[in-house]
């Protein structure tokens, strides 16, 4: 998908208004990881500095200066030697041209860029703690402002978090976005499938793992979004098993919770699924529970739903789950009181969605109100069961571990399943592992 600069152009205007003529706002691209001695993890931009610029290099600083509306961005300059070894730079005068910011320098001048900008300025705006090796350069510049000067001219008397900004606008996704999400949803959802299809007993979970990241990059997706979890049997009852170094036996369920990263883009999807191509009966018990919670409460993520009532929904059906399987002993109301549900669902609902699989954005407001759905979010939807080995626990019941996950995106007319692509009735699982 070609590159539109002008949403990035508008996403930094949308910034300036907020930050106001006192404002200045600093942050950076993300730095360079080192794997071992050296070789490095590969590169991936930051995504509040992607948000703002498109801008796919490291080593770079954007500076937006309130007073004069103004973006500039500093970056590595062109080196052809260096490109020769570790590939094309663009130079902050093609970056400049390029992704359309009103000036550019070298990196190495972002201190006095900000240093000349601060003055005049009330408040400064940054990712504090994010980067944290930058903050003392950044402190040291404001005090060294303040000092100079000495109530003579405006100088900053305050420090802002840049994230109360920013967050709010990543959680409503525009359509670019969506469109995005689409298309990571949907190669997640063919690599799940292609998951479903190639299992058999005796592979490793390893091997399952090949089959996912083979589709992710035969569809465009370079990366997983994160590391993807393949879990057969007791893994499952691990939420987040990454080994993925066992054996899939006959008799086990494999848990996949696996999401493609496409155009900086997660996509994050959890289905179970039996080994064998057939799920026994108890595992067919404890998934219909988790399937009847998961479209439940997709039904009812919808525009102006409060989270926190989704949630209690998936709760109280879990625990009247658990104790018609007997797990569970006596009332709903008991249970929940008591939290005993915890023991076999100990995680949330979802959570937010979008260049981050974890995305930014809380569920509640600065007042602890709940922040209501609203067109444009996309939150995951992943209830599970998770029910460990134990004296307590009928055998039949030993080592089942189910979730099923999607990503739903909540529109005008109700919301749209991103993830609907992949079956998850067991009927409809057990058809297509049989193909």
């Known amino acids: ?16 208004e907020q930050i106001g003529e006192d404002g200045i706002a600093i942050l950076f691209a993300a730095p360079e990881q080192r794997r071992s001695n050296d070789t ?83 408040r400064l705006f940054a990712l504090w703690g994010l980067y944290p090796e930058n903050d003392p350069k950044l402190i040291e510049l404001w005090y060294e402002v303040v000092r100079i000067a000495n109530g003579s001219t405006l100088a900053p008397d305050s420090m802002v978090n840049l994230a109360s900004i920013l967050d709010p606008m990543r959680l409503i996704k525009d359509q670019h976005e969506q469109a995005l999400m689409r298309t990571a949803a ?9 998951a479903m299809q190639t299992t058999r007993p005796g592979q490793h979970e390893y091997q399952v793992e090949a089959e996912i990241l083979h589709e992710f990059m035969q569809r465009g997706a370079r990366y997983p979004a994160y590391n993807s979890i393949v879990a057969s049997g007791k893994n499952a009852c691990c939420l987040h098993y990454v080994s993925n170094n066992c054996q899939l036996q006959h008799n086990e369920l494999l848990m996949i919770d696996a999401g493609a990263e496409y155009q900086m883009y997660a996509g994050d999807i959890s289905r179970t699924f039996p080994i064998s191509g057939r799920f026994n009966s108890a595992q067919k018990d404890v998934y219909d529970i988790v399937l009847a919670v998961n479209q439940a409460c997709i039904a009812a993520t919808i525009k102006q739903a409060n989270w926190q009532t989704i949630s209690a929904t998936a709760i109280n059906m879990l625990t009247q789950g658990l104790i018609d399987l007997r797990i569970l002993h006596g009332s709903l109301e008991q249970n929940i009181e008591t939290k005993a549900y915890q023991r076999f669902y100990m995680h949330g609902l979802g959570h937010w969605l979008g260049l981050d699989v974890h995305d930014v954005g809380g569920r509640f407001d600065e007042n602890e109100q709940p922040i209501l759905l609203q067109p444009g979010m996309v939150t995951t939807v992943e209830p599970g069961l998770y029910i460990s080995a134990a004296d307590d626990i009928p055998a039949a019941f030993h080592n089942i571990g189910i979730r099923i996950e999607d990503n739903v995106l909540v529109t005008e007319t109700g919301n749209e399943v991103l993830t609907a692509s992949v079956p998850k009735t067991t009927t409809e699982i057990e058809i297509l592992m049989q193909h």
């Not at 998908?1 to 930094?12: A, F, G, L, V, W």
């Not at 070894?85 to 990196?107: K, L, M, P």
């Not at 949907?186 to 292609?194: D, G, K, T, V």
């Open 40 to 122: 490095e993890y590969p590169f991936r931009q930051d995504s509040y500095f992607h948000y703002l610029t498109g801008f796919p290099e490291t080593g770079a600083a954007l500076i937006l200066n309130g007073r004069e509306h103004s973006a500039t961005l500093l970056c590595r300059n062109k080196d052809l030697k260096h490109e020769i070894w570790n590939g094309f730079r663009y130079g902050h005068t093609a970056a400049r041209e390029t992704f359309a910011f009103d000036a550019s320098d070298d990196i190495s001048q972002w201190p006095t860029y900000l240093r000349n900008a601060l003055s005049g300025h009330r």
């Open 1 to 16: 998908m070609p590159i539109d600069i002008t949403i990035y152009q508008q996403r930094r205007q949308k910034v300036l």
């Open 186 to 194: 949907e190669i997640s959802a063919q690599a799940h499938i292609r």
